[in-house]
């Protein structure tokens, strides 16, 4: 099992940037795909980035190009970069983790961070 608690979230204008951690503990964190999730009031969670044990990435097309998912697996955490925010990309971030290759598969998930993006 792995606990996960993320930080870095605040208040920023648009066009700025902040920088999210997920820290994790208690289990191999380099064995663990990982991902940050955001939800906006009233919508539905949204996958945002992933990065794979093997350090593979994806990216949702809104944020492409913008936001850098990176992992640590000696700090056993995990960052996001969010440069040229926007209103819209204003939700509480969570991360989450999960071990693709053992069963049953648990999903693991951060008690997340604001980010809110405002003039």
């Known amino acids: 099992q792995v606990q996960l608690v993320e930080s870095g979230g605040g208040l920023v204008q648009p066009g700025g940037s902040l920088r999210l951690s997920c820290a994790a503990s208690?289990?191999?964190?380099?064995?663990?795909?990982m991902g940050w999730y955001r939800q906006a009031p009233g919508k539905q969670r949204e996958l945002v980035a992933t990065m794979t044990s093997r350090e593979n990435t994806n990216y949702a097309d809104s944020v492409k190009g913008r936001f850098t998912i990176s992992r640590d697996n000696a700090k056993k955490t995990v960052y996001f970069e969010m440069n040229s925010l926007k209103p819209e990309d204003t939700a509480v971030y969570y991360c989450n983790a999960v071990r693709v290759d053992v069963v049953p598969r648990y999903y693991y998930w951060g008690q997340g961070t604001q980010v809110t993006v405002s003039s």
């Open positions: 208690g289990s191999i964190f380099s064995w663990y795909d």
